[in-house]
């Protein structure tokens, strides 16, 4: 059984969902990694640490233009799977995943199983473990014994581990030069950082109970507006009705993996953290210097968060004031 896996990664590296599910795909078949495969051209880093999972063989793409849509990703990624014909494609249960796996199943008319929690190889084909009824059940899928399978598996449940002495082929693949005529490219507009989805967000501020009310809640919004912010939050803030559900970062929320995430007030709970995991910078504000938030942040404040958040809000107003041009 041939297994490829299909991964994330840019200039700061391989996604922690692409080294989860490179270490999750070798236990499908008790170790043999077929093929991982990066849409992107070839990052000597992010390379060498696909090759620390130990795949037979590495595809990397050309350059993809700024025009290339989800479509062209899965024209691409189908043929290849038509010509090769794997036994399973594997791909993290992240946005991007499950919009490639999905686009690429729909129009090639592949099997596909979202949001598996286990894969396992049964007697004669794959068992897909999924969870339903609100995650109260667990149901075993298997497909006819039809080839290649696609699915996605859902981030969070593997210990990424990595294997040594191992040597990958790398191979260059090269991108079509006809786009997809199913969606065009006009332009790219920016999202609105209040509105956008919290997962896209580059930048989050985030707060927590330690916001005290939804009156002292507002200084989050008030920050995140000024810095160009998206709006997120802990459980506890959506249970007291601060944020929607669709803010709520954690485990039973949002997967974020912004550039900077500002969290206030926020105590560091594993179910909060593990939905933002993927984030490049955290900075906490938090009274208590032992909150476990401080143990992943990159840069921590100790302090009342009603007393440090007006300070940088005056400081980033005032800073703005100072950069206006001569005359303005
Ligand atoms: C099955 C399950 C799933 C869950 N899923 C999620 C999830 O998806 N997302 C999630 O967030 N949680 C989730 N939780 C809940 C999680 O365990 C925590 O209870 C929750 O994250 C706590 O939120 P909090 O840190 O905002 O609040 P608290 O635990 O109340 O922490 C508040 C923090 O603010 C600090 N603080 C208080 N006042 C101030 C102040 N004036 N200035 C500065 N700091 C202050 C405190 O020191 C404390 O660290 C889940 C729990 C379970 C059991």
């Not at 919009?99 to 190889?121: E, H, N, Q, V």
């Not at 008030?222 to 954690?250: F, H, Y």
């Not at 009274?287 to 005056?314: H, M, R, S, T």
């Amino acid at each position: 059984m041939q297994i490829w896996v299909v991964l994330e990664g840019d200039d700061h590296g391989l996604r922690e969902s692409s080294r989860e599910i490179l270490t999750a795909a070798g236990t499908v078949t008790g170790g043999v990694l077929a093929v991982a495969i990066l849409l992107a051209p070839n990052k000597e880093d992010l390379v060498k640490e696909i090759m620390e999972f130990g795949p037979q063989t590495i595809y990397l793409t050309d350059e993809w233009p700024q025009s290339a849509t989800g479509e062209d990703f899965a024209e691409f990624l189908g043929e290849l799977i038509e010509r090769e014909s794997p036994g399973l494609v594997l791909a993290a249960e992240t946005l991007f995943g499950r919009g490639l796996l999905t686009k690429t199943a729909l129009r090639y008319r592949m099997p596909f199983f979202p949001d598996c929690i286990s894969i396992s190889l049964g007697q004669e084909s794959l068992l897909f473990e999924h969870l339903c009824y609100g995650e109260r059940l667990s149901a075993f899928l298997t497909s006819a014994p039809k080839r290649p399978v696609l699915a996605t598996w859902r981030v969070g449940l593997v210990n990424v581990k990595k294997r040594s002495g191992l040597n990958s082929n790398v191979q260059k693949l090269h991108t079509p030069s006809q786009r997809s005529n199913l969606i065009r490219f006009l332009e790219e507009i920016k999202a609105d950082p209040r509105t956008v989805d919290l997962s896209e967000a580059e930048v989050i501020v985030a707060g927590g109970g330690g916001m005290g009310s939804a009156a002292g809640f507002q200084l989050i919004y008030e920050l995140a507006e000024l810095i160009g912010a998206a709006v997120g939050g802990s459980k506890l803030a959506r249970d007291n009705g601060w944020i929607p559900l669709t803010r709520q970062i954690g485990q039973t929320g949002k997967l974020v993996a912004p550039s900077v995430i500002i969290s206030c007030g926020i105590s560091g709970a594993t179910q909060h953290t593990f939905g933002m995991r993927d984030a490049k910078k955290i900075i906490a504000i938090n009274k208590d210097k032992n909150a476990p938030i401080f143990k992943i942040a990159d840069a921590g404040i100790v302090g009342d968060v009603q007393e440090v958040l007006p300070e940088l809000i005056k400081r980033i107003w005032e800073g703005k004031e100072n950069a206006k041009p001569m005359g303005a």
